[in-house]
């Protein structure tokens, strides 16, 4: 059986894309490491995926991959990926985005897109920060941290990202984190397999603008701090309000069956034609 890093090299564009962008310790590359081994044990045709992804540190992962790859424009990977699975509903569909890419300048389409139920799978990085453009707050810095664009704290509330996927109508959400990288996995795999739409949160570090910001140490302290801080849901369900309060959810929000959008329009073009 092939070792875990035969299966990273086998789907890297090692030769054309790297050096990559990121700084060491960034967690966007053990997501990658995540995608690669769910799209290796689900035996995808690596013709058969396309993944999209918007602008920021977490948007560039496609590149380095060897599949289809869209690189598109800040906040429209989601509409790019519909048009996509519209046009070819066989090909799975992946989109890589940040919380900045898809909750701000993209707000309008994440929703939709859950709304929608389309058979595409949104693994969303949240380093609760923009990274690449220097530290600005995003729609999922915690309220009172600081960012560049609010040194005094950021007097906004956040997302909680699982529930606004839900509320508008997701089938598969899911949370984890870079630091419980076995679990990432199965959820990445869980993602993809799920008809419909589903949301995968994998909460990162950018030790680089959060950290620094907000005193938190490097990489390897924030991966301890997750490591403290995360909860599953199941453990969670057992124990009082109050020891639950500020933790980190992680685990499978919702997984419900509803019928998928390509399913929908072509049952309205064959019933349109007579079939
Ligand atoms: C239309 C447009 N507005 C603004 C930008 C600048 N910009 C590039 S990436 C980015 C934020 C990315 O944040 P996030 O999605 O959280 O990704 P991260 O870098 O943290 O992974 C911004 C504002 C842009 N490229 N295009
Ligand atoms: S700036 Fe932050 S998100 Fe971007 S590569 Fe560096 S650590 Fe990662």
């Not at 920060?129 to 906004?156: C, L, R, V, W």
């Not at 799920?194 to 005193?215: P, Q």
């Not at 329009?265 to 064959?270: H, S």
């Amino acid at each position: 059986m092939a070792q875990r890093s035969d299966i990273t090299h086998k789907y890297l564009r090692a030769k054309k894309k790297f050096p990559n962008v990121w700084c060491a310790g960034c967690g966007i590359g053990i997501v990658m490491g995540s995608l690669i081994r769910a799209i290796d044990k689900l035996e995808l045709d690596r013709d058969n995926v396309t993944l999209v992804s918007g602008i920021g540190c977490s948007s560039r992962l496609p590149v380095y991959l060897d599949f289809n790859t869209l690189h598109t424009t800040h906040g429209r990977a989601l509409a790019f990926a519909t048009g996509v699975k519209l046009a070819n509903p066989k090909m799975h569909v992946i989109v890589i985005t940040g919380d900045g890419d898809a909750l701000a300048i993209g707000g309008n389409h994440f929703i939709h897109s859950c709304r929608r139920n389309m058979d595409i799978t949104c693994i969303l990085i949240n380093n609760q920060i923009y990274g690449m453009t220097g530290g600005q707050f995003s729609p999922t810095t915690p309220t009172d941290s600081h960012a560049a664009t609010a040194p005094y704290g950021n007097k906004e509330y956040p997302f909680d990202i699982p529930k606004l996927a839900m509320g508008a109508g997701a089938s598969y959400v899911a949370r984890g984190t870079v630091y419980h990288v076995t679990q990432l996995d199965q959820l990445i795999y869980d993602g993809i397999q799920k008809r419909g739409f589903s949301l995968v949160e994998a909460f990162s570090n950018c030790h680089t603008y959060f950290g620094r910001l907000n005193r938190l140490g490097d990489s390897v302290k924030m991966l301890e701090e997750m490591k403290k801080n995360a909860l599953p849901l199941k453990a969670a369900a057992k124990m009082p309000p109050d020891k639950v309060q500020g933790k980190l959810l992680t685990g499978v929000f919702c997984d419900v069956e509803r019928e998928e959008y390509c399913d929908r329009y072509d049952a309205l073009i064959q019933s349109l034609q007579g079939k």
